[in-house]
């Protein structure tokens, strides 16, 4: 089975005329993005050359584009690198993609849903949790309210409504 990969980043457009290309982030930020050499966009691997800000997002440079009529065919594309090519983590650190797909329960152990997403509109993050019924709802990821406990995710009920 092919290792999970995690998007960092999609591509909004091309940038100026010699084939950078602009990027919606979901990494930290775009110096995050440097520390890979190499990484997908798509279904093909590409080396990534420079990375700056831009505004909220970045503007990136890959080996492999070098004009605007080959940046704008990448509109679209997500970038991506495999799951173990993210940096260690301290104890009680997590990455987002860890966290979907988590079973939710409450602290006496009945199944509540599943975690489908994750959030941070500034604030903290914000699981979205399916229930069993198919409802969705949207959870703190505070302490008391939904926290992680040994591979699941512990979660006050009266927040899933």
């Known amino acids: 089975m092919p290792e999970a990969r995690v998007t960092l980043a999609a591509i909004a457009g091309a940038h100026g005329i010699g084939g950078e290309v602009r990027l919606k982030l979901f990494a930290q930020n775009a110096e995050s993005l440097n520390r890979h050499g190499t990484v997908a966009v798509g279904a093909r691997e590409m080396t990534l050359k420079s990375v700056k800000p831009s505004g909220g997002g970045a503007i990136a440079r890959f080996a492999e584009i070098g004009d605007r ?18 940096p260690p983590l301290d104890e009680g650190e997590y990455y987002h993609v860890d966290l979907i797909g988590l079973p939710c329960e409450s602290a006496e152990g009945e199944t509540l849903g599943t975690v489908v997403a994750v959030e941070n509109f500034g604030a903290g993050d914000i699981l979205e949790i399916e229930t069993r019924g198919g ?6 990821f505070r302490e008391g309210i939904a926290d992680l406990f040994k591979g699941r995710i512990v979660v006050d009920p009266l927040f899933l409504t």
């Open 69 to 86: 009529t080959a940046a704008e065919a990448l509109r679209g594309e997500l970038v991506t690198v495999p799951r173990s090519a993210l």
């Open 135 to 140: 409802k969705r709802s949207m959870v703190p």
